[in-house]
Protein backbone atom coordinates (compact mmCIF):
# COMPACT_ATOMS: atom_id res chain seq x y z
CA UNK A 1 0.00 0.00 0.00
CA UNK A 2 1.41 3.25 -1.25
CA UNK A 3 -0.23 6.79 0.08
CA UNK A 4 0.43 9.68 -1.66
CA UNK A 5 -0.53 12.81 0.02
CA UNK A 6 -0.13 16.09 -1.84
CA UNK A 7 -2.13 20.02 -1.98
CA UNK A 8 -0.05 21.47 0.77
CA UNK A 9 1.38 24.85 0.73
CA UNK A 10 1.77 28.71 2.06
CA UNK A 11 -1.80 30.34 2.38
CA UNK A 12 -2.75 33.19 4.01
CA UNK A 13 -5.14 33.12 7.07
CA UNK A 14 -8.98 33.02 6.61
CA UNK A 15 -7.90 30.71 2.96
CA UNK A 16 -9.09 27.15 2.06
CA UNK A 17 -7.06 24.33 1.46
CA UNK A 18 -7.59 20.99 0.25
CA UNK A 19 -5.60 18.20 0.65
CA UNK A 20 -5.23 14.83 -1.27
CA UNK A 21 -4.51 11.27 -0.34
CA UNK A 22 -4.42 8.66 -3.11
CA UNK A 23 -3.63 4.82 -2.77
CA UNK A 24 -1.72 4.86 -5.81
CA UNK A 25 -1.22 1.16 -6.31
CA UNK A 26 -4.97 0.44 -5.61
CA UNK A 27 -4.27 -2.35 -3.09
CA UNK A 28 -5.35 -0.82 -0.20
CA UNK A 29 -8.64 -3.05 1.15
CA UNK A 30 -9.56 -1.66 5.02
CA UNK A 31 -12.32 0.98 5.49
CA UNK A 32 -10.53 3.28 7.87
CA UNK A 33 -8.78 6.69 6.27
CA UNK A 34 -7.35 9.69 8.79
CA UNK A 35 -5.80 12.72 8.37
CA UNK A 36 -3.08 13.89 11.24
CA UNK A 37 -0.95 16.43 11.75
CA UNK A 38 2.52 17.36 13.49
CA UNK A 39 3.61 21.17 14.13
CA UNK A 40 7.05 22.02 14.58
CA UNK A 41 7.94 20.87 18.59
CA UNK A 42 4.65 19.28 18.88
CA UNK A 43 3.74 15.28 18.81
CA UNK A 44 1.55 14.38 16.72
CA UNK A 45 -2.49 14.95 16.52
CA UNK A 46 -5.28 13.51 15.30
CA UNK A 47 -7.47 15.80 12.98
CA UNK A 48 -10.38 13.66 10.85
CA UNK A 49 -10.80 10.37 10.22
CA UNK A 50 -13.04 8.31 7.61
CA UNK A 51 -13.88 5.57 9.53
CA UNK A 52 -16.66 2.67 7.96
CA UNK A 53 -18.59 5.63 7.16
CA UNK A 54 -18.08 7.38 10.01
CA UNK A 55 -16.38 10.83 10.17
CA UNK A 56 -14.71 12.03 13.30
CA UNK A 57 -12.88 15.47 13.24
CA UNK A 58 -11.45 17.53 16.12
CA UNK A 59 -12.47 20.64 14.34
CA UNK A 60 -15.29 21.34 11.69
CA UNK A 61 -13.09 23.47 9.37
CA UNK A 62 -11.04 20.27 8.91
CA UNK A 63 -13.13 17.47 8.01
CA UNK A 64 -12.37 14.38 5.71
CA UNK A 65 -14.28 13.47 2.86
CA UNK A 66 -13.58 10.12 0.28
CA UNK A 67 -14.09 9.77 -3.36
CA UNK A 68 -14.61 5.88 -3.41
CA UNK A 69 -14.37 5.91 -7.35
CA UNK A 70 -10.60 7.44 -7.40
CA UNK A 71 -9.56 5.41 -4.84
CA UNK A 72 -9.13 9.38 -2.65
CA UNK A 73 -9.66 10.88 0.69
CA UNK A 74 -9.28 14.87 1.37
CA UNK A 75 -9.21 16.75 3.84
CA UNK A 76 -10.94 20.13 2.91
CA UNK A 77 -10.27 22.94 5.52
CA UNK A 78 -11.52 26.32 6.03
CA UNK A 79 -10.64 29.60 7.68
CA UNK A 80 -6.94 28.21 8.38
CA UNK A 81 -5.36 30.04 11.31
CA UNK A 82 -2.03 30.07 11.78
CA UNK A 83 -1.87 27.11 13.78
CA UNK A 84 -2.88 25.16 11.64
CA UNK A 85 0.65 25.32 10.13
CA UNK A 86 1.80 21.70 10.38
CA UNK A 87 3.18 18.69 8.14
CA UNK A 88 0.18 16.78 6.80
CA UNK A 89 -0.29 13.39 7.15
CA UNK A 90 -3.07 10.60 5.76
CA UNK A 91 -2.95 6.82 6.87
CA UNK A 92 -4.92 4.16 6.46
CA UNK A 93 -6.51 1.18 8.81
CA UNK A 94 -7.81 -1.66 7.70
CA UNK A 95 -10.66 -1.49 10.23
CA UNK A 96 -11.79 0.28 13.30
CA UNK A 97 -10.13 -2.06 15.37
CA UNK A 98 -6.70 -2.05 13.81
CA UNK A 99 -4.09 0.59 14.26
CA UNK A 100 -3.17 2.71 11.47
CA UNK A 101 -0.56 1.11 9.71
CA UNK A 102 -0.13 2.84 6.31
CA UNK A 103 1.01 6.45 6.22
CA UNK A 104 2.32 8.74 2.94
CA UNK A 105 5.15 10.96 3.47
CA UNK A 106 3.35 14.17 4.53
CA UNK A 107 2.43 17.59 3.25
CA UNK A 108 3.54 21.13 4.63
CA UNK A 109 0.50 23.41 5.05
CA UNK A 110 1.72 26.60 5.99
CA UNK A 111 -0.49 29.76 7.08
CA UNK A 112 0.43 33.08 7.42
CA UNK A 113 -0.98 36.29 9.32
Known amino acids: VQLQASGGGLVQAGDSLRLSCIDS????????WGWFRQAPGKERQFVSA???GRIDYVDSRLRIFRDVAENTVYLQMTDLKPEDTAVYYC????????????WGQGTLVTVSS
Open 91 to 102: AAALSPAHPYQY
Open 25 to 32: GRTFTGNV
Open 50 to 52: WSA
